[in-house]
Nanobody, 124 residues
């Protein structure tokens, strides 16, 4: 089992920044399998950012150029730096792990472990 704990969410104004953290513990896994998703009220969970099997970071078009995913292997932690936040970024943000890193990084059904989520609210 892998345990994931997100932190760093909050209420901010449009244009502000936040950094989300996701600390992992438990069984060993490849950190390239980590990703971030979000879910707004009444909407399906959607892909935000992740790593390809090669380790290359990838992003949803809606956040490209504003969000950055990084990882610290020594701390078993992945981060999501969110800049220039918009009201439409408001959602619960989840980090997740897919054990088979060759699986599609943007498909939530391919992820095996999920955190409890952290709320991000961006006011206009």
């Amino acid at each position: 089992q892998v345990q994931l704990v997100e932190s760093g969410g909050g209420l901010v104004q449009a244009g502000d920044s936040l950094r989300l953290s996701c600390a992992a513990s438990g069984r060993t896994f490849n950190s390239y399998g980590m990703g971030w998703f979000r879910q707004a009220p009444g909407k399906e969970r959607e892909f935000v950012a992740a790593f390809r099997w090669s380790g290359t970071p990838v992003y949803a078009d809606s956040v490209k150029g504003r969000f950055t995913i990084t990882r610290d292997n020594a701390k078993n932690t992945v981060y999501l730096q969110m800049n220039s936040l918009k009201p439409e970024d408001t959602a619960v943000y989840y980090c997740a792990v897919r054990q088979l890193i060759i699986l599609p990084y943007d498909d939530p059904s391919k992820y095996d472990y999920w955190g409890q989520g952290t709320q991000v609210t961006v006011s206009s």
